[in-house]
């Protein structure tokens, strides 16, 4: 509060100049003393409110630094013009009829505010088709870091996450824990060591306990590091990193989705960004385009190569994950549920993270477990508390801590009651339920 006080003075000191140099004329101007007390009383009001108005500002700039101000600041200009014309009007009935409608357009211009989407930004930016190919090592990398975490810049920040989704499982800071998989901290010195590990196999890929034998068919294994990465995302099970893998399948499998195929479906253009912000950051010489791209062309059969362009970019502003707009099976897409769970009936969604999302059956049988501590009572509601509060209640034989806590800011209301009503729906062994 203090450093809000400070900063509004801060702002709003040649206001407040004005005010004391009004102040003083006016008791100068003044007869008799009656009315210097009124003046003095009216000039202290206005800056009490000036004050008020500019901790308004303060607050909000501190708040929402970055995105359409225009609103809020309209509201508080309108407002001070309306106190700023008060002092000038003797009569304090003009004062309140003035104050008053404007205060009432400022509310009616709040209120129409509201009702607007509550995804920011007005129009989608123009479609810039991005032309990796000719982009300095450093611009290339910056589109990684957008695709990674959504943002460049974003990769300082807990929780950012973009249209990649690794960060839902990868660490990438230094020493940072990561237990859903493998810190991708120095990946690009590992990944050349990893080829020399016994159980890799490299050179009798019939041994391979891996349920992927190969991206396709004739498709080699690597031989050396950037294959070694490239391969990790066309092909996660061909190798997987000892401890790892989906339980039960002795690391032979890997959880981690093909990053070229739906959901996240990047293309090699976008692969190569991913890659080149992996060597930059950690101040390394990324191999040239080509090679990262030639790279991916070993492990990705042409048929299987994602457009490029195609797949427009995640929601605007990168904050929001899904708004609730889209069709069902994009919309758990976008959320990024399906990297991790099984959904019945929606393509692409066969994690094996977490439980298959039969929540028809599964949510009744959770609610009656003794060692149920949530508070839903009904399928919805257990569902709704799993999405916005995982930890509370963790399904038996799952480790705590792998689902992310952040839906409820990532979805908007209405996107996680759309994906309740689904789930909700969902039962062993019963037909699927329609999509709108
Ligand atoms: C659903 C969780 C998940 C997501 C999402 C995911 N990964 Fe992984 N990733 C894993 C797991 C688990 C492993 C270790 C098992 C294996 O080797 O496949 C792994 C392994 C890797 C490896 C090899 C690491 C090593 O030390 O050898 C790389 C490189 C990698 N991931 C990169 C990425 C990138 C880049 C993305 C995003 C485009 C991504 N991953 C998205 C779970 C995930
Ligand atoms: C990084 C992996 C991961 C992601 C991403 C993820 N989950 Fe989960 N989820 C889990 C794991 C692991 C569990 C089981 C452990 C637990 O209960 O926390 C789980 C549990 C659940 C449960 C309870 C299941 C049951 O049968 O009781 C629901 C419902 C659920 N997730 C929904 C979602 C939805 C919806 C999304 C996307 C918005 C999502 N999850 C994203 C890993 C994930």
Redesign the pocket.
Known sequence: MVELIKEAIGIGWPVFLLLIGLLLYMQASASDPEQKKAVTFKTMIGMLCALLVFIAIANYKNNFYGESRLLPVSLVMITVMAFIMGLYFPNIGALMKIGGFMFFVAAALSGYGNWLPQVEGGFPPPEVKLDFQSMSAQQLGDEGEK??FGGIGASKTQGAIGK???P???GFQQGFLSE???N?YG?PD??AE?LKEPNYHMNDPASRPSVQKEAFEGSGTATNGQE??AE??AC??C???PG??VKGSNDGE????T?HKPP?S?NLGELAA?DTW?YVREGKDAPAYEDIVASYEKFIPEKDRPAEGGEEEAGPGGSLLADGSEPIDKLFMKAGCP??HTVPGIEGAT?K?GPVLFEGSNAPNRIKDPGYKGKAKSVKEYITESILDPNLYVVKDYPPDQMPKDFGVKLSAGAVNKIVDYLSQLKEGQPLPPKE
Not at 254 to 257: A, E, I, L, V
């Open positions: 695709i990674i990649g989704q690794c839902l499982c990868h859903r998989a493998p991708l990946i590992r990944a990893r070694y990465i990790s995302h996660p099970s190798y997987v990193v790892f893998g890997s959880p981690m989705p990053i996240i990047l991913v992996m990297g991790c994690g993270v």
